[in-house]
């Protein structure tokens, strides 16, 4: 007797969000027929606050021609509002987007020295030092030490404090010199503005 060869069936679809994946504001809020508790809290400015059985809040958001969306699942019993589904999803839009635009975003800007930097090359760093930390980025600047260069690591230490010291109106020491391998690192944050 011969053996069919193993041929696999189609695969199962998983129409949930993928690992790692934001679930869409759409599946984020039960609405309507789709809320499963016995009663809720209803509140919003159409409607008198209290506790409603899921059948009287039905009734009333159709009565009106809106939708009922839960807005706090995990709440005992449940907050729901009575609103327009769709505009309630422009609504939620629209904050995230303002949310997401008054988040600073941090900028760290590197400035690099060598053990033995001349006068020119450090007026020339310093100056753009100066204007990050006037846009509102941190500085980190560090002294590279090559090879036996790390023999001069009390110059690299005197070289990040000057640094830090003529930056003294711009920005404040965050984190003093550290070495660390071959890098002796400063942070410098701006100062906020009066």
Known sequence: MQKKPFTPGPRPRN??????MQPSPKDQYAINERIRAREVRLVGDNVETGIYSIQEALRIADEQGLDLIEISPN??????????????LYQQKKHQKEQKAKQT????????????????????KLKHAMGFLQEGAKVKAYVFFR?????????????LLRFANDLEEYGKVEQMPVLEGKRMIIMLSPKKKQ
């Open 15 to 20: 129409n949930g969000p993928r690992r790692g």
């Open 75 to 88: 709440a005992a019993p449940p907050v729901c509002k009575i609103l327009d589904y769709q505009k309630f």
């Open 105 to 124: 975003k941090i900028v760290v800007k590197e400035i690099r020295f060598g053990p033995q930097t001349d006068d020119h090359d450090y007026n020339f």
């Open 147 to 159: 090879g036996r260069s790390i023999l001069f690591k009390e110059q690299g230490e005197v070289l």
